[in-house]
C-alpha cells in the first residue's frame, strides 16, 4: 500500500511539473504571440497610405497636415503638406527604421537622427521619430504578460515591454482586448520609469485600393498620443491605403530629400 501510495504522489509530482512547464511554455508563447498581432496591425503593406496629421494643444489651438506615407517594404517616406503652406517636411525612415532622416523644406535642412535623436519630439508633436520609423516591436523588445486588467468592464491581457537597448524608453505597456485580440493602448515610460504618454490605437474602416479593386478593411486607423507633460493630443488618421502605387526607389534616397 505504501509503495501505490508513494507511486501515485510521485506520478502526481511529474503531471504537475509537467503542467507547470507547458503553461510556463504557453505563456512566454502567449506574450510573444500578443507582441506580434501589435506589428500585424501597425503594418499596413507597401505602396502608399494617405492621411491626416493633426496636433491639439492644450490651449485647443491645433494644426493640420496632409500626410502621405510611401512604403517599399523595408523604407518609408513621409511627406507633410499643410494647407497654404505646401510641403513642409519629409521624415525618411530606412532599413526598417534603424536610420532615420528628417528634412526641413522651408529651412532647406537635413538631420540625420542618431539612436538618442530618434527619441526626440518630431515638429513639436507626441510622437517621436522611432514611433514612426516602422521599427518592429518584436525585435526591439522582449514582452512579459502581466496580471489582467478591467477597463470598463472590459477585460485587457497586460503586456510589460522592455527594450532591447535601452534608450529613452524604458518600459512599455500594451494592452491587447481578450475578447477581439486587438491592440488598443501603449503606455510609454520614460528613463525614469515615469509614465509620459499614452498612444490609444480606434478602430475604423479604412478604404484599400488594389488596381481596379476597392475594399474597405477594418484596421487601427486612429492613432491618438496624448503627451502628459505637455496636454497636447497627437491624431494620424488613416484614410486610404493604395496597393497598387509602387514608389520608385529613388524616392528612398537620401540625397532626394532636398528635390
Do not use: C
Request: without cysteine.
Amino acid at each position: 500500500m505504501r509503495n501505490v501510495i508513494l507511486t501515485f504522489a510521485l506520478t502526481a509530482l511529474i503531471f504537475s511539473t509537467a503542467l507547470s512547464a507547458q503553461g510556463a511554455g504557453e505563456n512566454a508563447l502567449s506574450a510573444q504571440e500578443l507582441l506580434a498581432r501589435l506589428d500585424r496591425e501597425l503594418d499596413y503593406g507597401k505602396g502608399l497610405v494617405k492621411g491626416t496629421y493633426v496636433l491639439i494643444r492644450r490651449n485647443g489651438q491645433s494644426e493640420t497636415w496632409k500626410i502621405n506615407r510611401f512604403f517599399n517594404g523595408e523604407d518609408a517616406l513621409y511627406l507633410f503638406d499643410r494647407k497654404g503652406r505646401g510641403l513642409e517636411s519629409k521624415l525618411l525612415t530606412k532599413d526598417e527604421g534603424e536610420n532615420v532622416f528628417f528634412y526641413n523644406v522651408l529651412a532647406a535642412k537635413l538631420f540625420r537622427k542618431t539612436d538618442d535623436e530618434k527619441y526626440e519630439s518630431m515638429m513639436g508633436t507626441g510622437f517621436f521619430y522611432v514611433d514612426l520609423s516602422g521599427y518592429s516591436y518584436q525585435a526591439n523588445y522582449n514582452p512579459l504578460v502581466n496580471a489582467d486588467l478591467e477597463i470598463a468592464g472590459e477585460m485587457f491581457y497586460r503586456v510589460s515591454l522592455k527594450p532591447i537597448l535601452p534608450y529613452f524608453y524604458k518600459k512599455l505597456v500594451l494592452l491587447v482586448s481578450k475578447k477581439d485580440l486587438k491592440p488598443y493602448r501603449i503606455d510609454f515610460h520614460d528613463r525614469d520609469g515615469i509614465l509620459f504618454k499614452t498612444l490609444n490605437l480606434k478602430y475604423g474602416s479604412v478604404k484599400v485600393k488594389d488596381g481596379n479593386k476597392v475594399d474597405d478593411l477594418t484596421k487601427a486607423s486612429r492613432w491618438e498620443m496624448l503627451d502628459l507633460n505637455t496636454g497636447s493630443i497627437t491624431v494620424w488618421e488613416i484614410q486610404e491605403i493604395d496597393k497598387s502605387v509602387v514608389p520608385d526607389p529613388s524616392l528612398f534616397a537620401v540625397d532626394n530629400l532636398s528635390r
